[in-house]
Nanobody, 121 residues
Framework: VQLQASGGGLVQAGDSLRLSCAAS????????MGWFRQAPGKEREFVAA????????NYVDSVKGRFTISRDNAKNLVYLQMNGLKPEDTAAYYC???????????????WGQGTQVTVSS
């Protein structure tokens, strides 16, 4: 399974961005897709996850009501719509795939490269 994240950029506080993650290969192995982020000097943090059939979603409290995770299985794409961005959202964002449901990065065996999101105040 290969994952390719894109869509990051430099925005101002309050702006929106949509990240995309393209999956290829044996995607049938993936049950959940997640987004994680890592700011300089900090540990990687869970942001959001979605099950393969989109019946389950989960968010870290700090992004609830601002971020929305979705997926298009026909196109093997997962999105993270980020609205109301704040400077504290600045981080490298990673998409990841797991064969099970969870929030821990250790449960995700497939990782894409990071895409940088920088939010200026």
């Amino acid at each position: 399974v290969q994952l390719q994240a894109s869509g990051g950029g430099l925005v101002q506080a309050g702006d929106s961005l949509r990240l995309s993650c393209a999956a290829s290969g044996r995607t049938s192995r993936i049950y959940a897709m997640g987004w994680f982020r890592q700011a300089p000097g900090k540990e990687r943090e869970f942001v959001a996850a979605i099950s393969w059939d989109a019946t389950k979603t989960n968010y870290v409290d700090s992004v609830k009501g601002r971020f929305t995770i979705s997926r298009d299985n026909a196109k093997n794409l997962v999105y993270l719509q980020m609205n109301g961005l704040k400077p504290e959202d600045t981080a490298a964002y990673y998409c990841a795939g797991s064969s099970k449901w969870g929030r821990s990065s250790s449960e995700y065996g497939y990782w894409g490269q990071g895409t940088q999101v920088t939010v200026s105040s």
